[in-house]
């Protein structure tokens, strides 16, 4: 099934990234978090928290001013996860306006990706817009995190989870363990098990995922692509395809494991 993926027609550039927020992402919406206004005057929020399980996240709506809603989640640590990388995240998402207010909110979380659907009513009018619209919505800079201008000539950095509040804030993670295991993990957010194609070769371990489920007001899949090195991964003298390499993926972070072989006991 992996030998179908023609992983060199996935376009990219050496040095240039696609996104700031994930240097593993190819193609798709940018940005840890996504907010548009939709047709119905509604408002959709995509919140990247890759790691936090489907049904752990924790949401309530600011009962004062009912302007935003605030969100948490921790991630869980699995076999062989370097407890000061697990990660807790917590946020806040919604109106930067003082003439609405939310009345309800509709969420999903789903493989380490946070959608919400926001209904608002109008309370007050407003003279900042000719239209009478409302535009004004939290984060203000929303839209920008994870763009790069492929034009500019000034080097850009990889971005910071900014809703990471304990934990690693990077997108890769790597831990040689005590049995001499190399393990890393990626984050994929959007990406089921089903869509990830981990395929060794001599010189490294590439690794590919697609979000084929694309969800209503996403704008596109979105597809990831990387690879680690056999310098970074392998056991000293052992060729890499001698290794055993074992993956999975839950909650939008691809984790692999490389072993080295059993040793020889004929000594």
């Known amino acids: 099934m992996a030998a179908c993926i023609d992983l060199s027609r996935i376009p990219h550039i050496p040095g240039l990234l696609h996104a700031t927020n994930n240097p593993y992402q190819r193609y798709g919406p940018k940005g840890f978090i996504e907010t548009k206004i939709l047709p119905n005057d509604d408002l959709y929020v995509r919140v990247d928290l890759p790691g936090v399980p489907d049904d752990a996240i924790r949401l309530r709506v600011d009962a004062v001013r009912q302007k935003v809603v605030f969100f ?3 991630e869980v640590l699995g076999d062989g996860d370097n407890a000061h ?26 493989d380490g990706v946070l ?3 926001l209904t608002r009513v109008k309370v007050k009018d407003h003279h900042d817009n000719n239209n009478n619209k409302c535009t004004h919505f939290l984060p203000p800079n929303a839209g920008k995190s994870g763009r790069y201008d492929v034009n500019s000539l000034v080097m850009v950095e990889v971005e910071e989870h900014p809703y990471v509040v304990k934990g690693r804030k990077d997108t890769l993670a790597t831990n040689r363990t005590s049995d001499g295991c190399f393990r890393f993990s990626v984050d994929m957010p959007g990406v089921c098990s089903d869509d990830v194609f981990v395929i060794p070769n001599q010189n490294e371990i590439k690794f590919y995922g697609e979000n084929k489920e694309v969800y209503e ?8 692509l990387g690879a680690i090195s056999n310098r970074q991964c392998c056991s000293f003298g052992i060729p890499l395809l001698s290794h055993d390499i074992a993956w999975d993926a839950e909650f939008g972070v691809l984790k692999v494991r490389v072993s080295p072989p059993p040793r020889n006991n004929h000594n």
């Open 217 to 224: 007001h996403d704008e596109s899949c979105r597809i990831f």
């Open 85 to 110: 990388d697990v990660r807790e995240y917590s946020g806040t998402a919604g109106l930067g306006c003082d003439c609405c207010e939310i009345t309800g909110v509709d969420a999903k979380m789903k």
């Open 72 to 74: 948490s989640g921790e």
């Open 115 to 117: 959608r919400m659907i």
